[in-house]
């Protein structure tokens, strides 16, 4: 701000109160050779930010772009034309004007309309696109994913949790469609009450450190290996991963060595 306000001060200065400023017209001459290389650096200026405008088209709503863009590329015809009439009656003059007043126009709609209207899209387009990726993520997992709610009771005890969403991979390893559990209450879901699983789903809601943990998960009678973290206050995700065939595989191998021991 501070750097702009300067820039604006030593401008007003050059131009009112030591008068050194370079003339932009001349009656005998029209315009003078300062006046049509501005123009061009202006214009040249104008493409080089549409240009870093397009780079970044991802990054903003497609409707705010083009007209941010359109109203660029008028105002570079606009000052092309300023760098044409001979004099300042021309029609040239005229036309510049009128495409400077329309690319105005174009970036109120751009900036105020879009923004007071519809500030989600043009503010939020990151936010939006970030969490496409995610989800994307979350249904693309080999591992199982929950994201719950830890439910407290009126003494702040941990009493139950809420599914709040399911990815394919859930499914896929416990069997439980996803239509069926989402918004229930684990007690409501599963007959039996994994212990251990309750113990760190508390211990990650109070102090917010992830765990890591291996057990048998008695409702779907699998071997699950577990990772849970805290994403805010009330939700934690836990990912899990079916060990089952490894479980199994380890304690063949170990029933083995014990009958060549024998």
Not at 49 to 54: C, V
Not at 213 to 218: L, M, P, S
Not at 236 to 253: G, K, N
Request: charged share 20%; glycine share 4%; with cysteine.
């Amino acid at each position: 701000f501070w750097s702009y306000a300067a820039a604006l001060m030593l401008l007003l200065l050059l131009m009112f109160y030591w008068r050194v400023f370079p003339a932009c017209f001349a009656e005998d001459l029209g315009l003078t050779v300062f006046k049509v290389v501005a123009e061009y650096v202006i214009c040249a200026a104008l493409a080089c930010a549409a240009l870093l405008l397009w780079t970044r088209r991802h990054h903003y709503d497609r409707t705010l772009l083009l007209l941010l863009l359109v109203s660029i590329g008028l105002t570079v015809i606009s000052e092309f034309c300023f760098t044409l009439f001979p004099s300042e009656s021309d029609y040239p003059n005229t036309l510049g004007y009128l495409l400077k007043l329309v690319s105005f126009y174009l970036v109120y709609k751009a900036l105020v309309e879009t923004g007071l209207k519809r500030p989600y899209d043009a503010i939020f387009s990151d936010l939006h696109k970030s969490e496409e990726r995610h989800r994307v993520l979350f249904e693309s997992m080999m591992n199982g994913c929950a994201i719950v709610e830890v439910v407290y009771d009126a003494a702040k005890e941990l009493v139950d949790f809420r599914i709040v969403a399911v990815n394919p991979a859930f499914e896929k390893i416990t069997g439980m469609r996803s239509g069926d559990i989402t918004g229930k209450l684990a007690t409501e879901i599963f007959r039996h009450r994994e212990a251990e699983l309750r113990r760190a789903i508390w211990s990650v809601a109070q102090t917010g450190e992830p765990i890591h943990f291996e057990d048998y998960a008695i409702n779907i009678d699998r071997h699950l290996a577990y990772n849970i973290f805290q994403t805010n206050i009330n939700h934690l995700v836990i990912v899990f991963a079916d060990i089952t065939e490894r479980v199994q595989a380890h304690r063949e191998h170990l029933a083995a060595e014990r009958s060549l021991m024998e």
